[in-house]
């Protein structure tokens, strides 16, 4: 008996531009079904600016689960949040709140999820950030 692969998996890297909206998540990448997302990179392009303002990335189920809270009130221009073990929420750590440990992925079966960024509290003037996703995709 032989094995064949029954899919073929291909790599990705995706850069979204996203501006904050407050409280209000924004979707910024659909994702397929058949994924793993294996890093997510959230880079300053403009500071928010106002109280609190901490920026999370994940999902709908963990808004946190990609990017743990990180300053974005007074950020200095390209800053890389998540390129540090302690940055990175559950989906990419075993602990994501000590960050003890990294190199997990994220595995989406089906279709319906969006990766989100979100504040924590309403912004004065919202920020500008990059958000850059790496992963593996698998065709239909």
């Known amino acids: 008996m032989s094995l064949n692969p029954s899919k073929t998996i291909y790599p990705f890297a995706e850069m979204?531009?996203?501006?904050?909206?407050g409280t209000t998540a924004v979707d910024v990448f659909?994702?397929?079904a058949h994924t793993a997302i294996t890093m997510v990179l959230c880079e300053?392009?403009?500071a928010a600016t106002g109280n609190a303002n901490n920026i999370t990335v994940g999902d709908a189920d963990d808004p946190d689960g990609y990017i743990l809270a990180a300053s974005l009130c007074g950020a200095t221009v390209g800053t890389v949040f998540g390129d540090s073990v302690k940055e990175r929420g559950?989906?990419?750590t075993l602990d994501g709140a000590t960050g003890i440990h990294g190199g997990y992925w994220k595995v989406y079966a089906s279709a319906g999820k969006q990766i989100e960024v979100i504040l924590s509290a309403a912004a004065t003037t919202e920020g500008v950030v990059n958000v850059y996703v790496f992963g593996y995709r698998?065709?239909?």
């Open 44 to 46: 300053v392009v403009t």
């Open 90 to 92: 559950a989906y990419l």
């Open 30 to 32: 659909e994702i397929p």
């Open 138 to 140: 698998g065709s239909p």
């Open 16 to 21: 979204f531009k996203v501006t904050t909206n």
